[in-house]
Protein backbone atom coordinates (compact mmCIF):
# COMPACT_ATOMS: atom_id res chain seq x y z
CA UNK A 1 0.00 0.00 0.00
CA UNK A 2 1.69 3.49 -1.13
CA UNK A 3 1.40 6.24 1.72
CA UNK A 4 1.93 9.93 1.78
CA UNK A 5 5.89 8.83 2.23
CA UNK A 6 6.56 7.05 -0.69
CA UNK A 7 4.32 8.91 -2.52
CA UNK A 8 6.58 11.78 -1.85
CA UNK A 9 9.67 9.57 -2.56
CA UNK A 10 7.97 8.08 -5.67
CA UNK A 11 7.83 11.65 -6.89
CA UNK A 12 11.24 12.86 -6.41
CA UNK A 13 12.70 10.07 -7.50
CA UNK A 14 11.12 11.01 -11.14
CA UNK A 15 11.90 14.48 -10.47
CA UNK A 16 15.22 15.26 -12.86
CA UNK A 17 15.64 18.75 -12.13
CA UNK A 18 15.85 17.54 -8.30
CA UNK A 19 18.49 15.30 -9.27
CA UNK A 20 20.27 17.81 -10.91
CA UNK A 21 20.38 20.10 -8.32
CA UNK A 22 21.00 17.38 -5.77
CA UNK A 23 24.17 16.23 -7.80
CA UNK A 24 25.73 19.27 -8.10
CA UNK A 25 25.49 20.37 -4.34
CA UNK A 26 26.20 17.30 -2.70
CA UNK A 27 29.03 15.74 -4.42
CA UNK A 28 30.29 19.66 -4.30
CA UNK A 29 30.14 20.00 -0.39
CA UNK A 30 31.25 16.05 0.05
CA UNK A 31 34.59 16.93 -2.04
CA UNK A 32 35.11 20.33 -0.60
CA UNK A 33 34.68 18.56 3.46
CA UNK A 34 37.17 15.79 2.50
CA UNK A 35 39.60 18.73 1.27
CA UNK A 36 39.18 20.96 4.53
CA UNK A 37 39.61 18.46 6.87
CA UNK A 38 42.83 16.93 5.34
CA UNK A 39 44.13 20.45 5.78
CA UNK A 40 43.36 20.28 9.58
CA UNK A 41 46.11 19.07 11.71
CA UNK A 42 45.47 15.79 14.01
CA UNK A 43 41.59 16.08 12.64
CA UNK A 44 40.90 13.17 14.48
CA UNK A 45 41.90 13.84 17.61
CA UNK A 46 39.30 17.15 17.29
CA UNK A 47 36.74 15.53 16.27
CA UNK A 48 37.46 12.83 19.29
CA UNK A 49 37.43 16.43 21.31
CA UNK A 50 34.33 17.84 19.60
CA UNK A 51 32.09 14.58 20.22
CA UNK A 52 33.81 14.72 24.30
CA UNK A 53 32.79 18.37 24.37
CA UNK A 54 29.17 17.20 23.40
CA UNK A 55 28.70 14.07 25.61
CA UNK A 56 29.93 16.28 28.20
CA UNK A 57 27.54 18.89 27.93
CA UNK A 58 24.81 16.62 27.65
CA UNK A 59 25.25 14.90 30.42
CA UNK A 60 25.57 18.25 32.59
CA UNK A 61 22.84 20.23 30.62
CA UNK A 62 20.96 21.38 33.39
CA UNK A 63 23.86 22.59 35.11
CA UNK A 64 25.52 24.30 32.33
CA UNK A 65 21.61 25.71 30.97
CA UNK A 66 21.26 27.13 34.34
CA UNK A 67 25.09 28.78 33.82
CA UNK A 68 23.73 29.83 30.12
CA UNK A 69 21.14 31.80 31.64
CA UNK A 70 22.64 33.71 34.65
CA UNK A 71 25.38 34.83 32.18
CA UNK A 72 22.80 36.26 29.57
CA UNK A 73 21.42 37.74 32.16
CA UNK A 74 23.98 38.98 33.74
CA UNK A 75 25.20 40.88 29.86
CA UNK A 76 22.09 42.28 30.22
CA UNK A 77 19.76 39.48 28.11
CA UNK A 78 16.66 38.34 29.00
CA UNK A 79 16.14 34.44 29.11
CA UNK A 80 12.82 32.82 28.05
CA UNK A 81 12.25 28.99 28.66
CA UNK A 82 9.91 26.91 26.02
CA UNK A 83 8.37 23.87 26.69
CA UNK A 84 7.35 23.45 23.64
CA UNK A 85 6.97 24.71 20.18
CA UNK A 86 3.43 26.62 21.07
CA UNK A 87 4.84 28.20 24.07
CA UNK A 88 7.72 29.08 21.69
CA UNK A 89 5.95 31.16 19.18
CA UNK A 90 4.00 32.08 21.36
CA UNK A 91 7.04 33.82 23.77
CA UNK A 92 8.11 35.32 20.30
CA UNK A 93 5.25 36.40 19.46
CA UNK A 94 4.43 38.72 22.72
CA UNK A 95 8.16 39.86 22.88
CA UNK A 96 6.90 41.17 19.38
CA UNK A 97 4.01 42.76 20.42
CA UNK A 98 5.56 44.66 23.49
CA UNK A 99 7.96 46.13 20.78
CA UNK A 100 5.06 47.33 18.33
CA UNK A 101 7.03 45.18 15.53
CA UNK A 102 4.98 45.28 12.07
CA UNK A 103 8.26 43.28 10.70
CA UNK A 104 10.59 41.02 11.53
CA UNK A 105 13.95 40.14 9.38
CA UNK A 106 14.78 36.45 10.22
CA UNK A 107 18.03 34.79 9.81
CA UNK A 108 18.39 31.20 9.16
CA UNK A 109 17.09 28.89 12.51
CA UNK A 110 16.29 25.31 12.06
CA UNK A 111 14.54 25.26 15.34
CA UNK A 112 12.14 27.86 14.48
CA UNK A 113 11.27 25.89 11.40
CA UNK A 114 10.74 22.78 14.06
CA UNK A 115 8.64 25.62 15.80
CA UNK A 116 6.33 26.47 12.59
CA UNK A 117 7.40 30.30 13.42
CA UNK A 118 6.67 32.15 10.31
CA UNK A 119 2.95 31.16 10.35
CA UNK A 120 2.46 31.89 14.29
CA UNK A 121 3.93 35.02 13.80
CA UNK A 122 1.97 35.70 10.54
CA UNK A 123 -1.81 34.66 12.45
CA UNK A 124 -0.37 37.86 14.56
CA UNK A 125 -0.47 40.06 11.49
CA UNK A 126 3.61 40.29 11.52
CA UNK A 127 5.48 40.46 8.32
CA UNK A 128 8.27 38.16 8.63
CA UNK A 129 11.28 38.15 6.14
CA UNK A 130 13.57 35.72 5.59
CA UNK A 131 17.38 36.75 5.23
CA UNK A 132 19.20 34.20 4.43
CA UNK A 133 19.47 33.78 0.65
CA UNK A 134 18.44 30.09 0.76
CA UNK A 135 15.32 30.28 2.64
CA UNK A 136 14.13 34.23 0.89
CA UNK A 137 14.29 31.49 -2.19
CA UNK A 138 12.26 28.86 -0.11
CA UNK A 139 9.96 31.37 0.88
CA UNK A 140 9.26 33.40 -1.93
CA UNK A 141 8.51 29.76 -3.63
CA UNK A 142 5.86 28.85 -0.61
CA UNK A 143 7.98 25.77 -0.03
CA UNK A 144 9.65 24.12 3.23
CA UNK A 145 13.31 23.70 3.21
CA UNK A 146 14.71 20.71 1.90
CA UNK A 147 18.79 20.64 3.42
CA UNK A 148 19.77 21.68 6.97
CA UNK A 149 22.71 24.38 5.66
CA UNK A 150 21.16 24.61 2.35
CA UNK A 151 17.59 25.45 2.44
CA UNK A 152 17.15 25.87 -1.67
CA UNK A 153 19.33 22.99 -2.40
CA UNK A 154 16.57 21.38 -4.96
CA UNK A 155 16.15 24.41 -6.77
CA UNK A 156 18.35 24.74 -10.24
CA UNK A 157 19.86 28.13 -10.58
CA UNK A 158 16.83 27.83 -13.82
CA UNK A 159 14.39 27.47 -11.54
CA UNK A 160 15.62 30.43 -9.27
CA UNK A 161 15.72 32.77 -12.00
CA UNK A 162 12.48 32.33 -12.96
CA UNK A 163 11.07 32.79 -9.70
CA UNK A 164 12.52 35.96 -9.25
CA UNK A 165 11.41 36.77 -12.20
CA UNK A 166 8.03 36.10 -11.45
CA UNK A 167 7.71 37.41 -7.25
CA UNK A 168 10.46 40.12 -7.76
CA UNK A 169 9.55 41.40 -10.89
CA UNK A 170 13.37 41.19 -12.45
CA UNK A 171 14.29 40.34 -15.92
CA UNK A 172 14.44 36.72 -16.87
CA UNK A 173 18.12 35.21 -15.57
CA UNK A 174 19.82 32.04 -14.44
CA UNK A 175 23.12 34.41 -13.48
CA UNK A 176 23.81 33.49 -9.79
CA UNK A 177 25.62 36.67 -9.60
CA UNK A 178 22.38 38.66 -11.37
CA UNK A 179 20.24 36.82 -8.41
CA UNK A 180 21.52 37.41 -5.65
CA UNK A 181 22.59 40.95 -6.29
CA UNK A 182 18.61 41.27 -6.28
CA UNK A 183 17.69 39.49 -3.43
CA UNK A 184 20.31 41.61 -1.93
CA UNK A 185 18.69 45.53 -2.89
CA UNK A 186 15.66 43.83 -1.94
CA UNK A 187 16.76 42.62 1.63
CA UNK A 188 18.43 45.81 1.87
CA UNK A 189 15.65 47.59 2.77
CA UNK A 190 13.88 45.34 5.27
CA UNK A 191 16.94 45.13 7.04
CA UNK A 192 16.64 48.68 7.38
CA UNK A 193 12.82 49.29 8.50
CA UNK A 194 12.74 46.05 10.34
CA UNK A 195 11.35 46.24 13.82
CA UNK A 196 12.94 43.13 15.02
CA UNK A 197 15.27 40.58 14.22
CA UNK A 198 15.18 36.90 14.67
CA UNK A 199 17.86 34.51 14.55
CA UNK A 200 19.21 30.73 15.31
CA UNK A 201 21.94 29.72 17.68
CA UNK A 202 24.82 27.62 16.79
CA UNK A 203 26.61 27.62 20.23
CA UNK A 204 25.66 28.79 23.09
CA UNK A 205 28.43 29.44 25.86
CA UNK A 206 27.73 28.75 29.07
CA UNK A 207 30.38 30.42 31.01
CA UNK A 208 30.18 33.89 28.95
CA UNK A 209 26.68 33.66 28.02
CA UNK A 210 27.53 34.31 24.28
CA UNK A 211 25.90 33.13 21.52
CA UNK A 212 27.61 32.16 18.56
CA UNK A 213 26.32 32.30 14.97
CA UNK A 214 27.92 31.24 11.68
CA UNK A 215 26.56 32.81 8.16
CA UNK A 216 28.29 33.40 5.09
CA UNK A 217 26.43 35.96 3.62
CA UNK A 218 26.61 38.32 5.94
CA UNK A 219 23.24 38.61 7.06
CA UNK A 220 23.32 36.93 10.31
CA UNK A 221 25.43 40.42 11.40
CA UNK A 222 22.51 42.62 9.99
CA UNK A 223 20.02 40.44 11.32
CA UNK A 224 20.79 41.00 14.93
CA UNK A 225 22.95 43.92 15.13
CA UNK A 226 20.44 46.30 13.03
CA UNK A 227 16.67 45.95 14.62
CA UNK A 228 15.84 47.32 17.93
CA UNK A 229 14.90 43.89 19.26
CA UNK A 230 17.06 40.40 18.58
CA UNK A 231 15.69 37.17 19.01
CA UNK A 232 17.70 34.23 19.00
CA UNK A 233 15.88 31.05 19.13
CA UNK A 234 18.02 27.67 20.74
CA UNK A 235 17.76 24.45 21.49
CA UNK A 236 18.29 23.46 24.67
CA UNK A 237 21.22 21.59 23.75
CA UNK A 238 23.37 23.93 22.14
CA UNK A 239 25.50 24.61 24.65
CA UNK A 240 29.36 24.14 25.04
CA UNK A 241 30.61 25.05 28.66
CA UNK A 242 33.60 27.13 27.26
CA UNK A 243 34.99 29.44 24.96
CA UNK A 244 37.80 27.45 24.16
CA UNK A 245 35.33 24.54 23.61
CA UNK A 246 33.70 26.90 21.68
CA UNK A 247 36.74 26.89 18.99
CA UNK A 248 36.89 23.48 18.81
CA UNK A 249 33.40 23.20 18.07
CA UNK A 250 34.35 25.85 15.11
CA UNK A 251 36.91 23.92 13.62
CA UNK A 252 34.95 21.07 12.69
CA UNK A 253 31.46 22.75 11.77
CA UNK A 254 32.67 24.87 8.85
CA UNK A 255 35.06 22.23 7.26
CA UNK A 256 31.91 19.64 7.96
CA UNK A 257 29.27 21.74 6.60
CA UNK A 258 30.67 23.52 3.48
CA UNK A 259 34.61 22.48 3.13
CA UNK A 260 35.48 25.84 4.57
CA UNK A 261 38.01 26.36 7.60
CA UNK A 262 35.61 28.73 9.03
CA UNK A 263 32.72 30.57 7.27
CA UNK A 264 32.82 33.59 6.45
CA UNK A 265 31.03 35.18 9.52
CA UNK A 266 31.31 33.99 12.89
CA UNK A 267 29.83 35.94 14.98
CA UNK A 268 29.52 35.99 18.76
CA UNK A 269 27.06 37.55 20.91
CA UNK A 270 27.15 38.77 24.86
CA UNK A 271 24.21 40.71 25.39
CA UNK A 272 22.20 43.70 23.70
CA UNK A 273 24.10 47.14 23.04
CA UNK A 274 25.75 48.74 25.98
CA UNK A 275 25.10 52.64 25.89
CA UNK A 276 27.03 53.46 28.63
CA UNK A 277 30.64 51.92 28.59
CA UNK A 278 31.70 48.67 29.96
CA UNK A 279 34.06 48.62 33.48
CA UNK A 280 37.02 46.80 30.82
CA UNK A 281 36.25 50.30 28.73
CA UNK A 282 35.98 52.88 31.71
CA UNK A 283 35.79 56.04 30.21
CA UNK A 284 34.94 55.01 26.89
CA UNK A 285 31.70 56.18 24.39
CA UNK A 286 29.94 52.66 24.86
CA UNK A 287 28.88 50.19 22.24
CA UNK A 288 27.90 52.28 18.75
CA UNK A 289 25.68 49.57 17.64
CA UNK A 290 23.78 46.18 18.19
CA UNK A 291 20.08 45.96 19.77
CA UNK A 292 18.40 47.57 22.74
CA UNK A 293 17.33 44.14 23.82
CA UNK A 294 18.41 40.85 23.75
CA UNK A 295 15.93 37.75 24.54
CA UNK A 296 17.04 34.45 23.62
CA UNK A 297 14.29 31.36 23.87
CA UNK A 298 15.23 28.26 25.21
CA UNK A 299 13.19 25.90 23.27
CA UNK A 300 12.88 22.36 24.68
CA UNK A 301 10.44 20.76 22.40
CA UNK A 302 11.01 17.05 23.29
CA UNK A 303 14.89 17.25 23.78
CA UNK A 304 14.75 16.87 27.67
CA UNK A 305 12.65 13.37 26.91
CA UNK A 306 15.76 12.02 25.06
CA UNK A 307 18.21 12.75 27.28
CA UNK A 308 18.99 9.98 28.72
CA UNK A 309 17.73 7.59 26.30
CA UNK A 310 19.25 5.38 24.00
CA UNK A 311 18.60 7.67 21.49
CA UNK A 312 20.31 10.55 23.47
CA UNK A 313 23.45 10.55 21.31
CA UNK A 314 21.65 12.31 18.20
CA UNK A 315 21.63 15.69 20.52
CA UNK A 316 24.72 15.87 20.14
CA UNK A 317 24.16 16.92 16.72
CA UNK A 318 25.79 20.23 15.42
CA UNK A 319 23.73 20.99 12.21
CA UNK A 320 26.40 20.63 9.80
CA UNK A 321 24.73 18.73 6.94
CA UNK A 322 27.48 16.50 6.18
CA UNK A 323 25.22 13.37 6.74
CA UNK A 324 22.65 14.51 4.30
CA UNK A 325 25.47 14.97 1.33
CA UNK A 326 26.83 11.69 2.11
CA UNK A 327 23.91 9.67 2.19
CA UNK A 328 22.89 7.14 -1.03
CA UNK A 329 19.07 7.76 -0.42
CA UNK A 330 19.41 11.75 0.33
CA UNK A 331 20.83 12.45 -2.64
CA UNK A 332 18.54 10.09 -4.57
CA UNK A 333 15.00 11.47 -2.72
CA UNK A 334 16.17 14.75 -1.46
CA UNK A 335 14.62 16.73 1.73
CA UNK A 336 11.57 17.07 1.14
CA UNK A 337 10.68 13.70 0.51
CA UNK A 338 11.15 12.57 4.17
CA UNK A 339 8.18 15.02 5.27
CA UNK A 340 10.15 16.17 8.50
CA UNK A 341 11.68 19.23 9.40
CA UNK A 342 15.22 17.58 9.71
CA UNK A 343 15.59 15.68 6.27
CA UNK A 344 18.35 12.69 5.99
CA UNK A 345 19.86 10.34 8.29
CA UNK A 346 19.43 13.12 11.48
CA UNK A 347 16.05 13.59 10.56
CA UNK A 348 15.50 10.10 10.61
CA UNK A 349 16.59 9.46 13.98
CA UNK A 350 15.81 13.50 15.53
CA UNK A 351 12.30 13.32 14.27
CA UNK A 352 11.14 10.08 15.66
CA UNK A 353 13.07 10.83 19.14
CA UNK A 354 11.59 14.15 19.56
CA UNK A 355 7.93 13.37 18.61
CA UNK A 356 7.91 9.87 18.71
CA UNK A 357 8.12 6.74 16.09
CA UNK A 358 4.14 6.93 15.43
CA UNK A 359 3.73 9.32 13.37
CA UNK A 360 6.81 8.61 11.51
CA UNK A 361 6.85 4.64 10.71
CA UNK A 362 8.65 4.97 7.37
CA UNK A 363 11.50 7.57 8.54
CA UNK A 364 14.19 4.78 10.36
CA UNK A 365 13.08 2.61 7.32
CA UNK A 366 14.72 4.91 4.98
CA UNK A 367 18.22 4.36 4.81
CA UNK A 368 20.83 1.77 3.91
CA UNK A 369 22.43 1.39 7.19
CA UNK A 370 25.78 1.69 4.93
CA UNK A 371 27.28 3.79 8.12
CA UNK A 372 28.53 6.50 5.54
CA UNK A 373 26.89 8.84 7.64
CA UNK A 374 28.30 7.74 10.80
CA UNK A 375 31.78 8.44 8.97
CA UNK A 376 31.41 11.75 8.09
CA UNK A 377 29.49 12.97 11.50
CA UNK A 378 32.15 15.31 13.06
CA UNK A 379 30.70 14.22 16.25
CA UNK A 380 30.84 10.76 15.47
CA UNK A 381 27.14 10.28 15.93
CA UNK A 382 26.27 6.56 15.45
CA UNK A 383 23.46 7.19 13.14
CA UNK A 384 22.95 3.46 12.34
CA UNK A 385 22.53 2.29 15.40
CA UNK A 386 20.09 4.21 16.50
CA UNK A 387 17.74 3.89 13.12
CA UNK A 388 17.93 -0.02 14.53
CA UNK A 389 16.86 1.34 17.68
CA UNK A 390 14.03 3.49 16.10
CA UNK A 391 12.98 0.22 13.80
CA UNK A 392 13.42 -2.12 16.74
CA UNK A 393 10.65 0.20 18.79
CA UNK A 394 8.38 0.92 15.28
CA UNK A 395 7.99 -3.38 15.52
CA UNK A 396 7.37 -3.02 19.08
CA UNK A 397 4.71 -0.48 18.44
CA UNK A 398 2.94 -2.90 15.48
CA UNK A 399 4.44 -1.15 12.27
CA UNK A 400 5.72 -3.94 10.64
CA UNK A 401 3.82 -4.68 7.24
CA UNK A 402 1.85 -7.85 7.49
CA UNK A 403 3.61 -9.81 4.36
CA UNK A 404 7.09 -9.09 6.59
CA UNK A 405 5.65 -10.18 9.84
CA UNK A 406 4.58 -13.78 7.67
CA UNK A 407 8.03 -13.92 5.97
CA UNK A 408 10.75 -13.15 8.87
CA UNK A 409 9.72 -16.48 10.90
CA UNK A 410 9.42 -18.44 7.97
CA UNK A 411 13.36 -17.34 7.07
CA UNK A 412 13.70 -17.69 10.42
CA UNK A 413 12.81 -21.15 10.48
CA UNK A 414 14.84 -22.05 7.04
CA UNK A 415 18.23 -20.35 8.18
CA UNK A 416 18.17 -22.43 11.16
CA UNK A 417 17.47 -25.71 9.49
CA UNK A 418 19.89 -26.29 6.74
CA UNK A 419 18.62 -28.71 4.54
CA UNK A 420 15.43 -26.13 4.32
CA UNK A 421 17.45 -23.19 3.23
CA UNK A 422 19.41 -25.08 1.04
CA UNK A 423 16.17 -26.16 -1.00
CA UNK A 424 15.27 -23.06 -0.59
CA UNK A 425 17.92 -21.48 -2.50
CA UNK A 426 18.52 -24.10 -4.64
CA UNK A 427 14.43 -23.28 -5.73
CA UNK A 428 15.07 -19.80 -5.80
CA UNK A 429 17.91 -20.13 -8.02
CA UNK A 430 16.33 -22.10 -10.38
CA UNK A 431 13.43 -19.84 -10.58
CA UNK A 432 15.15 -17.12 -11.11
CA UNK A 433 17.07 -17.95 -13.78
CA UNK A 434 14.57 -19.79 -15.50
CA UNK A 435 12.65 -16.38 -15.58
CA UNK A 436 15.87 -14.32 -16.21
CA UNK A 437 17.19 -12.60 -19.34
CA UNK A 438 20.62 -12.25 -20.28
CA UNK A 439 20.98 -12.71 -16.16
CA UNK A 440 18.63 -10.31 -14.86
CA UNK A 441 14.93 -10.19 -13.98
CA UNK A 442 12.82 -6.97 -15.22
CA UNK A 443 9.89 -7.71 -12.67
CA UNK A 444 9.52 -9.40 -9.58
CA UNK A 445 5.99 -9.80 -7.70
CA UNK A 446 4.92 -8.08 -5.23
CA UNK A 447 5.91 -7.23 -2.01
CA UNK A 448 8.73 -7.50 -3.81
CA UNK A 449 8.10 -5.65 -7.27
CA UNK A 450 9.13 -2.24 -5.23
CA UNK A 451 13.11 -3.24 -6.47
CA UNK A 452 12.11 -4.02 -9.73
CA UNK A 453 10.18 -0.63 -10.75
CA UNK A 454 13.59 1.28 -10.98
CA UNK A 455 16.30 -1.38 -11.88
CA UNK A 456 16.33 -5.21 -12.64
CA UNK A 457 17.27 -7.53 -10.36
CA UNK A 458 20.22 -10.07 -11.27
CA UNK A 459 19.07 -13.92 -11.43
CA UNK A 460 20.78 -15.71 -8.28
CA UNK A 461 24.26 -17.05 -8.97
CA UNK A 462 24.63 -20.60 -10.51
CA UNK A 463 26.27 -22.29 -7.91
CA UNK A 464 25.84 -21.01 -3.90
CA UNK A 465 28.21 -18.79 -2.11
CA UNK A 466 29.13 -21.65 0.08
CA UNK A 467 30.00 -24.32 -3.05
CA UNK A 468 32.25 -21.57 -4.52
CA UNK A 469 33.67 -20.85 -1.41
CA UNK A 470 34.30 -24.69 -0.97
CA UNK A 471 35.72 -24.84 -4.20
CA UNK A 472 38.11 -22.29 -4.55
CA UNK A 473 39.51 -23.88 -1.08
CA UNK A 474 39.94 -27.02 -2.55
CA UNK A 475 41.49 -25.28 -5.75
CA UNK A 476 44.07 -23.30 -3.42
CA UNK A 477 44.87 -26.39 -1.17
CA UNK A 478 45.30 -28.45 -3.92
CA UNK A 479 47.56 -25.81 -5.93
CA UNK A 480 49.86 -25.40 -2.43
CA UNK A 481 50.10 -29.32 -2.53
CA UNK A 482 51.54 -29.47 -6.08
CA UNK A 483 53.74 -26.76 -5.13
CA UNK A 484 55.04 -28.13 -1.63
CA UNK A 485 55.67 -31.32 -3.74
CA UNK A 486 57.49 -30.10 -6.75
S1 LIG B 1 24.33 14.07 12.66
FE1 LIG B 1 26.51 14.61 12.50
S2 LIG B 1 26.85 14.79 10.27
FE2 LIG B 1 24.62 14.85 10.56
S3 LIG B 1 24.13 17.04 10.72
FE3 LIG B 1 24.45 16.30 12.80
S4 LIG B 1 26.61 16.71 13.25
FE4 LIG B 1 26.36 16.85 11.02
Not at 28 to 40: E, V, Y
Not at 163 to 192: C, Q
Amino acid sequence: MSSPFHSRVAGALVDDNLHIALNRVTSRFTTLRLNALASLPHADSVRDRARAIRAHTLSRLDIYLAQFADSVEAAGGRVHWAADAHAANRIVAEIAKAARARTVVKGKSMVSEETHLNPALEAEGITVVESDLGEYIIQLAGETPSHIIAPAVHKTKEQVGQLFHEKLGIPLTHDPALLTAAARAKLREVFLTADMGISGVNFGVAETGTICIVTNEGNGRLTTSTPRVHVAMMGIERLVPTLDDLSAMLQVLARSATGQKLSVYTSLITGPRRRRPSKQSEGGPGEPDGPDELHVVLVDNGRSRVLGTRLAEILYCIRCGACLNICPVYQQIGGHAYGSVYPGPVGAVLTPALEGVEPWPELPQASTLCGACRDVCPVRIDIPRMLLELRDAGHRAGQTPAWLKLFLPLYQLAATQPALFNFGAAAARWITRALSSNGWLKRLPPPLSGWTDHRDFPAFAAQPFSAQFKNHHKGAKTQRNTKDSS
